[in-house]
Structures are given as structure tokens and as C-alpha cells.
């Protein structure tokens, strides 16, 4: 089954930018790791919300706005695809995402398929 | 037999309805055939066959490739093994505590939605929808209909375990149904995991808790534990609590559960050892961090101890909100000579307090503390 971990990092952020350089790599590379098991197909690390549009079209007029969709700690950081088992597989993987315990939330969801 | 069929299946509604239509030809067949040597056997192969021939009918494809799995074997274990998978599914992490409750009684307990939704005090429909959005999410998320790997099983078998406490715990104040429906529940886990020892502990607190039920009240009227009519309890079941506490400590269990039970066992004795009592209440209290069990432990305390050792302890929680935490006080503080504060406290706790035995209780307390 394909899942999608939505990875929000919140205060793994902040908690992340606190630490020394060697332990920064070590976390990236766990996030290499994930990126490469068998079951990942797909995965990115957003750049920050700051850098974030909004696109939004209403009675045929387009609105752009500067920032992301919602201007809260729970920001969208990136994201993984991964195609497992079943749901536990795919929880398992989320909670070996940094982010989970360094304050941030994975949401794991299905895809939509076939 | 719906459990194996869940399991086969993938599909809770799919599975209901096979199984309903294979007891149907079984109840015209058997009569006029002879009931067959191994009638659950039967009555699953029956249910397949149904199931196959209805996936084949609806012609969807991906359903069709489980027609290429053959049936596995059909010993008797294999219905312990699938009704097992079938708890850990029913209280998976990734469905709302509700929704565990309602599925449990639903798949394991075979109560009816309507028995459910009676048994928690909200309309049929609520509970028909909680239960079709249970099943819907088990499915799209996929849930696996698995016993969990090794290192999932202590806290999966931990929600499991609560979501039968919990439902226990509804039907304690009153609705036997519930209660008894939970002991079941409990019964089928200890023959399920006869080597897990919280599995058992659970189990006996139930028992010793509902072992008492006969003597909680009288006339309407709440009657605590020190004054109750021993002669009205259940001695079968508190005897089944004791046995199976026995087996909890056999396998060396000392979690929450078996702490539990031993309270409950020692409180069934006479004359009761509050010391040890209190001994566990603080055992438990380390593990739990609850203050609710502190206070509980207060209440032991204040027997072995004294009042005043006990309300240092009550002192010291922070449970303003909690109806039992004033009615300890008031206790403790009427023993100690302290009538005004007692007064408040009662009042305090009346205030919190919703059940009309309850209610009663507290203002038959409050009325002998009344200045002379």
C-alpha cells in the first residue's frame, strides 16, 4: 500500500537549528537513510515557509499571496512516498522520521489508488 | 468463526454477511442431512464458498485475486489465532478510542449496534456510523489484521487491555450487561495469552470488583466497602479473581494491573491488611504517576496511619476538580475533629457530585456534621 508521510516539523525546527553541526549531519543523514530504504519511493525537503506562495483562484480572478496556507508552527517541512505492507509498516517508518521526536508530527495517509 | 472470515476476507461487512448466509443453509441443511462431524469447519468452508461465489458475481478485479489464494488448513486453533489478530485490529492505535470500544463489542462481543449504542447512551444511528467509519478507516489506511510485531505488542496489548477495562468500567455503575460483556471479553484474552500476566490481572480485577457488585448498595443507597454485607457477595467470582491473580504473580507480573488486583484481593480479605494496601497504592503510584491513585492510597494510609499522616498526603494532590478527592478530605478531617472544614468539604464534593445515590450519600455526611 502507498502511504505519504507529511512531515511537519513545528519546533523540529527550531530544536534542529539549536544543535552543533555534528549532530545536524548525523540527523540528515538519517534522512538520507529513509530516502534510500527499499520500500521509499519518494520524498523531498521542502525549503521554508518564508519562501512559500499562495495560489488561490476565486470568480475566475487568480490571488496570489506571499507565505504558506496556513502561517502556524505546524509547517509543512517535506514529505515522504513509501509503498509497504500495511499501515504499521508505514507507522513504523514515520517514527524513525527526526522530526517526530524532536517536537515536529508525521501524518502518515494513503494514497488514492488504482 | 466471523473472525477467521474477517481474516480471510479483509472485509468486516463482506464477512458478516457470509457468515449470516452460511448459517442459513446450515439451519435448513442440518436438520435434514444430519449435522456434519466438524460443524465450525463447515460453516467457514460454507461461508467462503458464499463469499467467493458473490466476488465473482460482482466481478471486481482486484477483489478476484484473493480467489487465487488457496483456503489455508482448517484446525480448531486457527479461530484462537484469528480472534486474536481480530482484538489487536479492533483497538489499533490509528482508530479513535470509540471506535475501538464500539468494534470490540461489535466483532468480538457480538453484541448488536443497537445493544451498543443502549449500552453508551447514544442514538442507533451515531453508533452505526461510528462503526461504518471504524471499518471504512481500517481498510483505506490499512490496518493490518495481524498479531503486532514483537516490539509493538506491550503497548498494543496495553490498549487492548484498556479498551476492555474501559468498558468494563461503563457498565460498573450499573449496567451489568456491559460489565459482564467485559469479564467475557476478558476470559477470551486469558485463553488467547495465557502467558502474558496483565492479561490475567486485568481478568481478576474485574472479577473481584464485580464479585462485590451484590453488596455495593442497599435500597438504593451507596454502602461502603468496610460496611457491606459479605454474605451478598459473589464468592464464586471473587474466588475466579483470586485464581486468576495467582496466575498473574505466577508469571511474575508486577504492571498496573497486577498491582491493581492485589489491592482488590486484599480488600476482599478480613480483618483487611491496609498496610500492605497502602504498600501498593504507592508501588502503583510510582508506575501510573496518578494522583488519583495517591489519594486512593491516602484512603489505605489513613487506616493504617491515622488521619492526619493520610490528609498530609491528600494535601498535597492536585485534584481540585475531582468529587472524591473533597469527599476523602471531608473523611479525613471529620475524624481528626476539624467539623467546619469537614462541613466544606462535603459541600465542595456535592457540588462535584452527579449521581443521586451519590448525592445522598454525601448529604447524609454533610447532615451529621451538622453543629449541635
Given at each position: 500500500m502507498k502511504y505519504a508521510l507529511l512531515i511537519y516539523s513545528g519546533e523540529a525546527r527550531d530544536e534542529w537549528d539549536a544543535l552543533p553541526e555534528t549532530e545536524q549531519k548525523a540527523i540528515m543523514a538519517e534522512?538520507?537513510?529513509?530516502?534510500?530504504?527499499?520500500?521509499?519511493?519518494g520524498g523531498e525537503q521542502l525549503q521554508p515557509s518564508a519562501t512559500a506562495t499562495t495560489v488561490r483562484v476565486e470568480g475566475g480572478q487568480t490571488l496570489t499571496t506571499d507565505g504558506p496556507f496556513m502561517d502556524t508552527k505546524e509547517v509543512l517541512g517535506g514529505f515522504y512516498l513509501i509503498d509497504v505492507p500495511d499501515l504499521d509498516a508505514a507507522l513504523d517508518v514515520a517514527a524513525r522520521v527526526?522530526?517526530?521526536?524532536?517536537?515536529?508530527?508525521?501524518?502518515?495517509?494513503?494514497?488514492?489508488?488504482? | 468463526m466471523v473472525a477467521s472470515l474477517i481474516g480471510f476476507l479483509g472485509d468486516f461487512d463482506r464477512a458478516e454477511e457470509a457468515a449470516q448466509e452460511a448459517f442459513a443453509v446450515a439451519a435448513e441443511r442440518w436438520p435434514r442431512d444430519g449435522t456434519p462431524d466438524n460443524p465450525g469447519a463447515w460453516l467457514v468452508t460454507t461461508?467462503?464458498?458464499?463469499?467467493?461465489?458473490?466476488?465473482?458475481?460482482?466481478?471486481?478485479?482486484?477483489e478476484k485475486t484473493k480467489l487465487l489464494e488457496p483456503p489455508p488448513p482448517m484446525p480448531e486453533s486457527i479461530f484462537a489465532d484469528e480472534r486474536l489478530e481480530l482484538v489487536f485490529t479492533c483497538c489499533h492505535p490509528a482508530l479513535a478510542l470509540d471506535a475501538q470500544v464500539a468494534l470490540t463489542l461489535r466483532t468480538?462481543?457480538?453484541?448488536?449496534?443497537?445493544?451498543?449504542?443502549?449500552?453508551?447512551?447514544?442514538?442507533?444511528?451515531?453508533?452505526?456510523?461510528?462503526?461504518?467509519?471504524?471499518?471504512?478507516?481500517?481498510?483505506?489506511?490499512?490496518?493490518?489484521?495481524?498479531?503486532?510485531?514483537?516490539?509493538?505488542l506491550p503497548d498494543r496489548l496495553a490498549a487492548v487491555l484498556a479498551v476492555v477495562y474501559l468498558i468494563f468500567n461503563e457498565g460498573y455503575g450499573g449496567r451489568n450487561e456491559l460489565a459482564a460483556e467485559a469479564i467475557r471479553l476478558g476470559r477470551a484474552l486469558a485463553e488467547l495469552m495465557p502467558d502474558e500476566p496483565e492479561?490475567?490481572?486485568?481478568?481478576?480485577?474485574?472479577?473481584?470488583h464485580d464479585g462485590r457488585r451484590g453488596a455495593r448498595f442497599a435500597d438504593g443507597e451507596l454502602v461502603l466497602l468496610r460496611d457491606q454485607d459479605r454474605s451478598l457477595w459473589d464468592s464464586a467470582q471473587i474466588a475466579g479473581g483470586v485464581a486468576s491473580l495467582e496466575r498473574a504473580l505466577a508469571l511474575q507480573g508486577?504492571?498496573?494491573y497486577v498491582l491493581q488486583a492485589a489491592i482488590a484481593s486484599l480488600h476482599a480479605e478480613e480483618p483487611v491488611d491496609w498496610a500492605e494496601i497502602a504498600?501498593?497504592?504507592?508501588?502503583?503510584?510510582?508506575?501510573?504517576?496518578?494522583?488519583?491513585?495517591?489519594?486512593?492510597?491516602?484512603?489505605?494510609?489513613?487506616?493504617?496511619?491515622?488521619?492526619?499522616?493520610?490528609?498530609?498526603?491528600?494535601?498535597?494532590?492536585?485534584?481540585?476538580?475531582?468529587?472524591?478527592?473533597?469527599s476523602t478530605r471531608a473523611e479525613l478531617l471529620s475524624r481528626l475533629g476539624r467539623r467546619d472544614e469537614a462541613r466544606t468539604a462535603y459541600r465542595r464534593a456535592l457540588a462535584l457530585a452527579q449521581a443521586e445515590p451519590e448525592r445522598r450519600f454525601l448529604e447524609r455526611r454533610l447532615a451529621a456534621l451538622s453543629p449541635r
Open positions: 534522512y538520507v537513510a529513509i530516502a534510500g530504504e527499499p520500500g521509499t519511493y527526526p522530526a517526530a521526536r524532536m517536537g515536529g508530527i508525521v501524518e502518515v495517509r494513503p494514497l488514492v489508488e488504482g | 461461508a467462503r464458498n458464499r463469499a467467493i461465489d458473490r466476488i465473482r458475481r460482482e466481478r471486481v478485479l482486484t468480538l462481543g457480538g453484541l448488536s449496534t443497537d445493544e451498543i449504542a443502549r449500552a453508551f447512551l447514544v442514538p442507533e444511528t451515531t453508533m452505526a456510523q461510528r462503526l461504518v467509519r471504524a471499518k471504512k478507516k481500517i481498510k483505506a489506511a490499512g490496518i493490518p489484521f495481524r498479531i503486532p510485531a514483537d516490539h509493538l492479561v490475567h490481572a486485568l481478568l481478576a480485577l474485574m472479577l473481584l508486577r504492571r498496573p504498600a501498593l497504592y504507592r508501588e502503583l503510584a510510582r508506575l501510573t504517576s496518578s494522583p488519583v491513585v495517591e489519594l486512593n492510597g491516602a484512603v489505605a494510609v489513613a487506616e493504617s496511619e491515622g488521619a492526619a499522616a493520610a490528609l498530609a498526603i491528600v494535601d498535597t494532590l492536585d485534584l481540585d476538580g475531582y468529587l472524591y478527592l473533597h
